[in-house]
């Protein structure tokens, strides 16, 4: 005997009570396939993936900032020290001024 057949039959007569039955029956099935072992395995074999593609960029993107700063902060030091190698006072003071310029207005990339 076919319970789906049946149902159907009994909402096309009208029946109110068999309309709400068969919906129920329905949303029950549905969340009795959700319940199984298979959909958590599934959705936690596409997640992990993701958030460790997430995680590596991330990563990836702190050490690239990081590296940036370094290099910045090393030819800064580079260039200090070589304007404080100049012999004379004004020569020292103009290229420390220079550098300080061009630490206040970055040029872009």
């Known amino acids: 005997m076919n319970t789906l057949t049946d149902n159907w039959l009994r909402v096309a007569s009208g029946s109110r009570a068999a309309s709400l039955r068969l919906r129920t029956a329905w949303w029950h099935r549905g969340w009795l396939a959700l319940r199984k072992p298979t959909w958590p395995v599934l959705a936690g074999c596409l997640l992990v ?4 593609v ?7 993107a ?8 370094h290099r910045e902060a ?10 404080n190698f100049l012999h004379g006072a004004r020569e ?4 420390r001024a220079q ?5 206040a207005a970055p040029s872009k990339p």
């Open 49 to 52: 993936p993701v958030v460790l």
């Open 54 to 60: 997430a995680f590596v960029q991330v990563m990836l």
């Open 62 to 69: 702190s050490v690239q900032r990081a590296e940036s700063r």
């Open 74 to 83: 090393s030819a800064h030091a580079h260039n200090v020290w070589q304007c």
């Open 92 to 95: 020292r003071s103009a290229c």
């Open 99 to 103: 550098l300080d310029a061009q630490t």
